[in-house]
């Protein structure tokens, strides 16, 4: 059996193919073009991303050994594609990267509504949200607004070009406007955003594990698969590399080392009384959730670090080696975005430091440094749901470095498994796709780990009292009213 997974990223579509044992047999990729009309605005031509769908799957498709079984989707959340009522774009796509509608969410945390939001739905209100993004339509373009039929995911507007479907999967729905524990509209909390005229163009919840739908005629004009091709939906991006990683059990974790960190831990109790940050994701179980965590640290910093301090990528590992853990007492809290910190701590006015610096101090300490700080807000993300750990599961680009794995590994105290590579997100929509159509896999083959990393016991003494450190540092970086 032949099975198609496809990530649909914001500036890269993959397609690739696995058999039923999990293995890759085929893969295309192509390059999207996100625009910048204002700054702070980041758009996509839809048309584009299914062109270049299309193309992918057409590219792979000759070297298919057989018709495949399943076509299965995920792609980012938030952000907001708009659909007239035939089905076309009404404009280009707004990116989960756009910040045109932070002035909503400063406006709702100064009125309460942030820690309203997140009491009911589990989720801290980000400008890169449906929510915010339609407040910003509604209030200067509503004209798009009037020509809508649906406001929908990227995911989402996929599938109805390939199958006509206008439905939203549970993970995707999960913000902004779900109640997380009877997984319907939450109709009292659209009120409280002052969203009720945008209530019509909202699409219908499928069904916990996702549907399947028929590739349609004009879909399979689009990728050269036959028409009736089973086309499922399944959870935006995150969470399909989370099940491709294995997530099973209460505890279990993973780390996505990209350009953001974002760590996922499952949960199976709701606790809405905290500090507003990140967000709760339903499961197709009704007693588990995903405690969704992005901070905006991620390879951003070692992209910007690097260079400064003359430390190329493959000179990182052997730079780790030569440095002691602890980084000779140099370290960095890593809040270096513009626009601030979304986690541990949901703070815009946040600020990165690199404390400890002597004239001792090399551009190995350094670069250590970053990676260490990397792995302390890892560390510190997954505390947060207060669980004791159970697997944790490495994914994304900072995965083929043994010497960052061990770091990580000695940070976070626990063995780190290193998830299949790659197109770990692709992997995870087609587990999803045979869950939902009932199709018998082995579950060990496709989600057994790459490697497995073991934490070395007397450096994990040394970074637990480094990171009580760190902890104490990351609040303090934070404004103080």
């Given at each position: ?79 907001v594609w708009l659909l007239d009522e035939s089905g076309r774009p009404v404009r280009p796509a707004i990116l989960p990267t756009d910040q045109r509608a932070k ?79 009877s997984r319907t509209y939450d109709e009292e909390l659209i009120d409280l955003l002052r969203l ?286």
């Open positions: 059996m032949i099975f198609i997974g496809v990530e649909a990223g914001s500036a890269t579509v993959r397609a690739t193919a696995f058999d039923e044992r999990g293995q890759i047999v085929v893969a295309a990729a192509r390059t999207l073009s996100p625009s910048t009309p204002y700054p702070g605005w980041a758009e996509l031509d839809q048309e584009s991303v299914y062109a270049a769908i299309g193309e992918a799957i057409q590219e792979i498709r000759p070297k298919l050994p057989a018709t495949p079984e399943l076509l299965c989707l995920t792609a980012p959340s938030d952000g002035m909503y969410t400063e406006e709702w945390a100064g009125q309460g509504i942030l820690n309203g939001v997140f009491r009911r739905a589990g989720y801290a209100l980000l400008p890169r949200t449906q929510a915010a993004l339609l407040r910003w339509l509604l209030e200067h373009e509503l004209a798009s607004l009037e020509r809508t039929a649906t406001a929908i995911s990227s995911k989402d507007a996929l599938l109805h070009r390939l199958t006509g479907a206008r439905v939203t999967d549970i993970t995707d729905a999960s913000a902004p406007f779900l109640d997380i524990r009720r005229p945008v209530r019509p163009l909202l699409p219908e919840l499928d069904v916990p594990n996702g549907s399947l739908w028929s590739l349609s005629e004009s879909g399979a004009s689009l990728i050269g698969l036959p028409a009736g091709l089973p086309v499922h939906a399944g959870p935006f991006d995150a969470i399909a590399s989370g099940l491709a990683a294995g997530l099973q059990a209460t505890g279990d974790a993973f780390i996505i080392l990209g350009p953001q960190l974002v760590t996922g831990v499952q949960i199976e109790r709701l606790e809405l009384n905290g500090e507003p940050s990140g967000r709760t994701v339903c499961l197709p179980r009704y007693d588990r959730w995903v405690r969704l965590l992005t901070s905006a640290s991620g390879m951003t910093l070692i992209d910007w670090l690097l260079p400064m301090i003359g430390v190329t990528y493959t000179g990182l590992d052997a730079a780790l080696e030569r440095t002691p853990p602890g980084s000779n007492g140099a370290y960095i809290v890593p809040s270096f975005s513009v626009g601030g910190e979304m986690a541990p701590h949901l703070d815009p006015g946040a600020r990165g430091r690199i404390l400890g610096l002597t004239i001792g101090t090399t551009k190995d300490d350094l670069a250590r440094a970053a990676c260490e700080a990397l792995a302390m807000q890892a560390r510190y993300c997954i505390r947060t749901a207060e669980l004791p750990p159970g697997v944790v599961t490495l994914i994304g680009g900072g995965s083929r470095a043994p010497a960052f794995r061990q770091l990580l590994a000695d940070i976070l105290g626990v063995p780190l498994h290193i998830a299949p590579q790659p197109e770990t997100g692709a992997r995870g929509a087609v587990i999803a796709g045979m869950l939902a159509a009932d199709i018998p896999y082995d579950h060990v083959a496709w989600t057994a780990p790459s490697a497995e990393v073991i934490p070395n016991p007397e450096t994990v003494a040394l970074y637990n009292d480094l990171f009580a450190r760190y902890a104490a540092e990351q609040l303090a970086s934070r404004p103080r009213s």
